[in-house]
């Protein structure tokens, strides 16, 4: 589903019959981790190796309806897919709320450490309800609040994960540039070890809008304290493209 910021998705819909297609690599580095008692320890060790993962999603979402949109979205190697739903019920005086749902569908396999077992990758379902305030016309925030359940998959935890994410943008320039300063808060179990985690990160970045319909994203995201979750310091770069 579509997005206004850097993490969260904002309270309104694009527009009726309006077609948004986006393209967002993410890259990702962890040298430490916190464990159970939100201590940081190095991944193996020594402290000399990292851990570090890159990925490609492609999303293509549509105005199906005045207040709704529908999206799907796939990676690189077509391992995971999604499909999503947002529907706007509320918009006045700069407030609109909005409900989303979605599924996420696992293809392939994963491996599975320490024991190096190769196991399916899991499939989820999600539901998210979402909050936009727009304070003054250059100022606005996003709050989204939602939990996300494994359904289908190898060595499922037994609870799902909360998700809370906020973000704060300020438009400068005459609209070109929305500077950003967001948090997500995530909670839930592990599925390699089924040990309960948290995570908190910062997300700091900015949209610049190229023209009408081009928009590109760059966001920095530094993981700030977690409980049995590695440390996480990332790049995300996105280019969004609307047709009307």
């Not at 967002?24 to 851990?51: H, I, P």
Request: glycine content about 10%; aromatic content about 10%.
């Amino acid at each position: 589903i579509s997005g206004s910021k850097l993490n969260s998705s904002c309270g309104e819909v694009i527009d009726h019959h309006s077609l948004e297609f986006e393209i967002l690599y993410a890259f990702e580095k962890s040298v430490t981790g916190w464990d159970s008692n939100g201590n940081l320890a190095s991944l193996n060790g020594d402290g000399r190796q990292a851990a570090i993962g890159s990925d490609l999603i492609f999303r293509m979402t549509f105005g199906a309806f005045r207040n709704t949109e529908i999206g799907a979205t796939v990676d690189k190697e077509a391992d995971e897919a999604s499909l999503g739903i947002k529907w706007m019920p509320y918009r006045q005086s700069g407030i609109s709320l909005a409900v989303a749902g979605g599924i996420k569908f696992g293809f392939g396999e994963t491996l599975l450490h320490p024991d190096n077992e190769r196991i399916a990758v899991p499939s989820y379902v999600t539901t998210a309800l979402i909050l936009s305030r727009e304070i003054i016309p250059s100022v606005s925030f996003d709050l989204n609040a939602g939990y996300t359940l494994p359904v289908t998959g190898d060595h499922l935890p037994s609870q799902g994960c909360l998700d809370i994410c906020f973000d704060c943008g300020w438009f400068l320039f005459d609209g070109k540039l929305q500077t950003v300063l967001g948090t997500d808060f995530r909670s839930g179990f592990s599925q390699e070890e089924h040990e309960r985690f948290s995570l908190l990160t910062l997300y700091p970045g900015i949209t610049v809008t190229t023209g009408r319909d081009f928009e590109i994203l760059v966001a920095m995201p530094q993981d700030v304290y977690g409980i049995n979750h590695p440390k996480s310091r990332s790049v995300i770069c996105a280019l969004t493209l609307t047709m009307r």
